[in-house]
């Protein structure tokens, strides 16, 4: 029934941006932690962005510090990522996930209950 849906992926060259988007339903998203993580292919799955229920804190991996802006609408049940300067090392599929039990860790995928199915975002130099 929870469903967690990514979009605004796609091909942008290096140095520009990016924004994408996560739709959430079938849970109370004002009670629910969001993240963003991606995962290349063949490396591990990692921490990006993540907002708490009501948007008073925000948390970036040291990658995308400064580059990177997550936000979320509880009005219209959607987190976005605004992604600057992107780099080739950018490149991943991207995840939105929704941390219902509003864990104290935020950078851990196991800590995440639902999971969108992701949205390729590909850096070209």
């Known amino acids: 029934q929870v469903q967690l849906v990514e979009s605004g992926g796609g091909l942008v060259q290096a140095g520009y941006s990016r924004l994408l988007t996560c739709t959430a339903s079938g849970l109370t998203f004002s009670r629910t932690d969001m993240g963003w993580f991606r995962q290349a292919p063949g490396k591990e799955r990692e921490f990006v962005a993540a907002?708490?229920?009501?948007?008073?804190?925000?948390r970036y991996a040291d990658s995308v510090k400064g580059r990177f802006t997550i936000s979320r609408d509880n009005a219209k049940n959607m987190v976005y990522l605004q992604m600057n300067s992107l780099k080739p090392e950018d490149t991943a599929t991207y995840y939105c996930?929704?941390?219902?039990?509003?864990?104290?860790?935020?950078?851990?995928?196991?800590?995440?209950?639902?999971w969108g199915q992701g949205t390729q975002v590909t850096v070209s130099s």
């Open positions: 996930a929704a941390d219902t039990f509003i864990s104290p860790v935020y950078f851990s995928t196991a800590e995440y209950d639902y």
């Open positions: 907002i708490s229920w009501s948007a008073g804190s925000t």
